[in-house]
């Protein structure tokens, strides 16, 4: 039997997890089937597989290159893999320009598709 957390631990932790650090990057996603390769970027690069996979197993991906392929092969020939991860002392202008600089380089560099942000 699992035990709930008392109110003040809930609150803790709640708290905690707002106060974590997160850090901003560049990301591929990769088809190994396919050899397709898609290039994003955003400020939690930590914990973005877990929600670009959701909203792909459920269909509701934002970009329709990237579920198309979903669609057509297994959760497992995808991979997630991180390029860039950018100082945490950037400013929110500078973390902007920076995320899209690095994204079109890499994107470039991995001759890959641009990711709709999602």
């Known amino acids: 039997m699992t035990v709930a ?5 809930r609150k ?6 707002k106060d ?6 560049v990301y591929a996603v ?8 898609w290039v994003g ?10 929600g670009l996979s959701f909203t ?8 329709p290159s990237l ?14 893999e991180q390029l860039d991860r950018l100082p945490t ?3 929110d202008l500078r973390l902007k320009d920076e995320l899209k600089e690095r994204a079109a380089r890499w994107t470039a560099r991995l001759q890959a598709e641009t990711l709709l942000a999602g």
Do not use: M
């Not at 803790?12 to 997890?17: E, V």
């Not at 990769?30 to 390769?37: F, H, W």
């Not at 579920?67 to 997630?80: G, K, L, S, V, Y």
């Open 20 to 25: 974590r650090a997160t850090v901003a990057g």
């Open 41 to 50: 970027q955003t400020r939690h690069i930590d914990t973005r597989w877990n």
């Open 12 to 17: 803790a932790l709640i708290a905690d997890y």
């Open 89 to 91: 002392d950037l400013s």
């Open 5 to 9: 957390p008392s109110s003040a631990a």
């Open 56 to 63: 792909l197993k459920t269909g509701s991906g934002r970009d």
């Open 67 to 80: 579920q198309a392929a979903w669609n057509a092969h297994t959760p497992e020939d995808f991979r997630f």
């Open 30 to 37: 990769i088809c190994s089937a396919t050899g397709q390769v």
